[in-house]
């Protein structure tokens, strides 16, 4: 009598199954098995970025409130939608946002600035349907036309099926020393609105879609670029296999 093993892939997990070769030709018995517990396999990270950005280079375009108490830029990307997110996970490494113009009369590096990520359970998003996942909090020295990237400490890890991800720029213009910034992108088109929170100047006491303020507003596209690594869950092994 010879007994092969092969494995059968349903749904991602590993079943063992046994079969039994009888002495008759071409007779097989098939050999029912419980597995307790799987080895899932578990394959080396992807890195990849995700962009809603039609054109991820230029930089020839700003919208700017110009307020003291605070100002929003953000995007939100369905995980879901993206073909390179091919894993069940995805781990946030680094935001890279387009600046447009820094300027402070002194040239320091004053202005404060703060990337958050959010995971949000409405879309599009609101204030209250967002959830803090990570924080960057940093200054920008005097610059024209340039991208700016940050490293995000925490790694946060999101399920790409089902979670949609926020990502916030918010800035803080300096009236003691006149620093204002211009976040950057161009007019190049977008696969998903640019929204803007600027209660000073615009009335948004609400994350906003900044098309909704008309003619020129409706062409910016916010340049913003999310870099991470795709990964499957954490796999465990085959503990037991009890053949009946």
């Given at each position: 009598m010879n007994r092969k093993w092969f494995e059968l892939v349903v749904a991602g997990t590993f079943f063992f199954i046994s079969t039994v070769a009888l002495a008759q030709p071409f007779a097989t018995k098939y050999v029912k098995g419980t597995v307790t517990s799987v080895s899932v396999p578990s394959f080396p990270p992807s890195t990849t970025t995700i962009t809603e950005s039609t054109d991820t280079t230029t930089i020839d375009d700003s919208v700017n409130c110009g307020g003291y108490s605070g100002s929003s830029f953000y995007r939100a990307f369905s995980l879901a939608t993206f073909p390179s997110?091919?894993?069940?996970?995805?781990?946030?490494?680094?935001?890279?946002?387009?600046?447009?113009?820094?300027?402070?009369?002194?040239?320091?590096p004053t202005l404060p600035m703060t990337v958050n990520v959010y995971s949000t359970s409405a879309m599009p998003p609101k204030l209250a349907s967002l959830t803090l996942l990570d924080s960057v909090s940093f200054s920008l020295p005097d610059s024209g036309a340039t991208t700016y990237t940050v490293v995000l400490p925490h790694q946060p890890v999101m399920t790409v099926a089902t979670d949609t991800l926020v990502v916030e720029v918010f800035y803080i213009n300096n009236a003691?020393?006149?620093?204002?910034?211009f976040i950057g992108g161009n007019d190049a088109g977008q696969s998903a609105p640019t929204y803007e929170r600027a209660p000073d100047c615009f009335g948004f006491e609400d994350i906003t879609d900044v098309a909704s303020l008309g003619a020129f507003f409706d062409q910016f596209s916010l340049l913003m670029l999310v870099n991470g690594v795709t990964e499957d869950p954490t796999p465990v092994r085959l503990q037991s296999f009890d053949v009946e």
């Open positions: 997110l091919d894993r069940a996970k995805f781990r946030l490494l680094a935001v890279t946002f387009g600046v447009f113009l820094v300027r402070s009369d002194d040239g320091g003691t020393n006149n620093s204002t910034f």
